[in-house]
């Protein structure tokens, strides 16, 4: 009986974490104040806003507070900070809307106030990223105007010996797009801004991308298999490669002539780096990169969380979506997440997550 009620239990763990992320080890999700799990943490209100386009998955996976637990943060007496819900170093300056009262607050000197109660609402320039660093101007960069916006992008040319071919890769993460709350359905042309700022987009971070939006698959993609008659997609994959499926050149949303980072490019990125991708690729932000030899500049833009509806893990992991569907779960792809001595391109992730985009120019 007692062996039953195991096997029972390891079930019943698998059915709830199907997709879940698969380096639970080293990936921690954001943390989240236990009474204040209804609140989404943004600059404007959610509300009114679509759910996730596999929002069945999503909703039984995100967190939800009962009225009188709402009604009970919305009567917190501002007095005093006792009775205040903290809130991290990150958020300093940032607002969010309690979902069930409509209250804003922001976030001042470690608590969540009440906006009426705050002697100030404006965002302090000091509660930004330093970007001084985010290039290495020892490195003789490229430029590139993407012609869908004009928007300019720094590039670095890397030289493969192995298939004695030159790759001209993005040094900043793509940030194609109209401006979306996260958690919005997202579409052609749109993005997640972390904390829905639009500085961080703007200030070298980028966008954060669906799965089937950076790949400029339908939303439906992100809930089936690019197999399925309802998504319909595919990947073209090259002839004379043993892993075909790394070598993808997909555009996605990237510029015309260019395409999606495969994995192929990372490995390629991770040997020329000795496989200490952040030390050597990573810019000098937040204590993320060191040396950014080759001029890559990598950023921990962080990602959105769908489950939690909050962004998370800026300034600690860099997370990026590849063009290749995980196989044994059809709302899963793979990602490449980089942070400090650490390496993967074998990670699933859930594809309505908002990960980071890389270019890398067609050869």
């Not at 943004?42 to 509300?47: A, N, R």
């Not at 001209?168 to 700022?197: H, P, R």
């Not at 991308?209 to 298999?225: E, K, R």
């Amino acid at each position: 009986m007692k062996n039953l009620f195991y096997v029972f239990a390891l079930a019943l763990t698998f059915l709830f974490t199907a997709c879940g992320d698969d380096d639970s080890s080293s990936f921690v999700e954001p943390e989240k104040e236990s009474s204040d799990s209804g609140a989404t943490l943004s600059g404007d209100s959610h509300e009114g806003s679509s759910p996730s386009s596999c929002s069945s998955k999503d909703d039984k996976s995100s967190s939800s507070v009962s009225s009188s637990s709402a009604k009970s943060s919305s009567s917190t007496d501002t007095k005093s900070s006792s009775s205040l819900k903290t809130c991290p170093p990150e958020k300093e300056g940032k607002t969010r809307t309690i979902v069930d009262s409509g209250e804003k607050q922001i976030c001042q000197n470690g608590y969540w106030v009440p906006m009426e109660s705050s002697s100030s609402v404006d965002v302090s320039s000091s509660s930004y990223f330093d970007m001084t660093n985010q290039f290495n101007e020892k490195v003789s960069y490229g430029e590139f105007t993407d012609p869908r916006d004009g928007q300019k992008y720094r590039t670095v040319d890397m030289y493969d010996d192995v298939f004695e071919v030159t790759y001209t890769i993005f040094a900043e993460n793509l940030n194609y797009g109209e401006k979306i709350l996260g958690g919005t359905v997202q579409g052609d042309s749109t993005k997640y801004c972390y904390d829905d700022d639009t500085w961080y987009c703007d200030n070298g971070w980028g966008g954060l991308y669906t799965w089937s939006n950076a790949m400029g698959f339908p939303a439906v993609c992100d809930c089936v298999s690019i197999s399925a008659e309802a998504c319909s997609q595919k990947f073209v994959y090259p002839s004379g490669h043993i892993e075909p499926a790394d070598y993808v050149q997909h555009q996605g949303a990237c510029p015309e002539g260019w395409h999606i980072m495969n994995g192929g490019e990372w490995a390629f990125l991770s040997e020329m780096s000795r496989r200490d991708v952040s030390l050597y690729m990573g810019s000098k932000i937040a204590g993320f990169g060191n040396d950014n030899l080759y001029g890559i500049s990598l950023l921990p833009a962080g990602y959105w969380n769908p489950a939690a509806l909050e962004y998370g893990h800026i300034s600690n992991s860099a997370l990026y979506w590849l063009p290749r569907q995980y196989p044994e779960y059809d709302d899963c792809a793979y990602r490449v997440a980089v942070r400090t001595n650490e390496f993967n391109k074998t990670f699933r992730g859930l594809k309505t997550q908002g990960f980071s985009v890389r270019c890398v120019k067609d050869y």
